[in-house]
T-cell receptor, first 114, second 114 residues
Framework: AQKITQTQPGMFVQEKEAVTLDCTYD???????LFWYKQPSSGEMIFLIY??????QNATEGRYSLNFQKARKSANLVISASQLGDSAMYFC???????????FGTGTSLTVIP | NAGVTQTPKFRVLKTGQSMTLLCAQD?????MYWYRQDPGMGLRLIHY???????AKGEVPDGYNVSRLKKQNFLLGLESAAPSQTSVYFC?????????????FGPGTRLTVL
């Protein structure tokens, strides 16, 4: 079974609108970490936001927030007030327990329309 | 700080040739990783290292070898390149202490095997 599932290959959003990128995960370990990375067309991977499994509140970093629904095993990324520079691939990832392996989803391509 | 650097940025090999990809980090991180990224597949872990002199297999280790002789360097070797190893290779590092432990990525190496 896939550890991380991103079901939206491509998404479009109007500039200044909010957008939600979906991510579901699969683990039986009660301790885990969830990450979102951005990969612009230039290719580098940029860390955006982190949510720990024991964190009580949803993580936020500027315009990024993580909608963490533990019972549903989902960790959706919400980008508010989209900007043209947000056009990129977005990857959800998970680290199980305090292990050393990270599992990545297949990514969602976001295009922001002027 | 340069962060995580990778050498080379691009390489074309013929089937059967060998090569070594070099990853270097100047953040004194304990953990280092090698991933490959293929279209529609996201990032998959090849090998990783939890410290100088130690390495371990990831999700897709076949056809690759690694070495971590110095803490700051992590080498990925292809002994006999195959067309299936055409990919973009990313190196990453992270620190040991608890908490978020997000990964810092290098810029990637685009490898083509003919």
């Amino acid at each position: 079974a896939q550890k991380i599932t991103q079901t939206q290959p491509g998404m479009f959003v109007q500039e200044k609108e909010a957008v939600t990128l979906d991510c579901t995960y699969d683990t039986s370990d009660p301790s885990y970490g969830l990450f979102w990375y951005k990969q612009p067309s230039s290719g580098e991977m940029i860390f955006l936001i982190y949510q720990g499994s024991y964190d009580q509140q949803n993580a936020t970093e500027g315009r990024y927030s993580l909608n963490f629904q533990k019972a549903r095993k989902s960790a959706n990324l919400v980008i508010s007030a989209s900007q043209l520079g947000d056009s990129a691939m977005y990857f959800c990832a998970m680290r199980e327990g305090y292990g050393n392996q990270f599992y990545f989803g297949t990514g969602t391509s976001l295009t922001v329309i002027p | 700080n340069a962060g995580v650097t990778q050498t080379p940025k691009f390489r074309v090999l013929k089937t059967g040739q060998s090569m070594t990809l070099l990853c270097a980090q100047d953040m004194n991180h304990e953990y280092m990783y090698w991933y490959r990224q293929d279209p529609g597949m996201g990032l998959r872990l090849i090998h990783y290292s939890v410290g100088e002199g130690t390495t371990a297999k990831g999700e897709v280790p076949d056809g690759y070898n690694v070495s971590r002789l110095k803490k700051q360097n992590f080498l990925l070797g292809l002994e006999s390149a195959a067309p299936s190893q055409t990919s973009v290779y990313f190196c990453a590092s992270s620190y040991l202490a608890g908490g978020i432990r997000e990964q810092f990525f290098g810029p990637g190496t685009r490898l083509t095997v003919l």
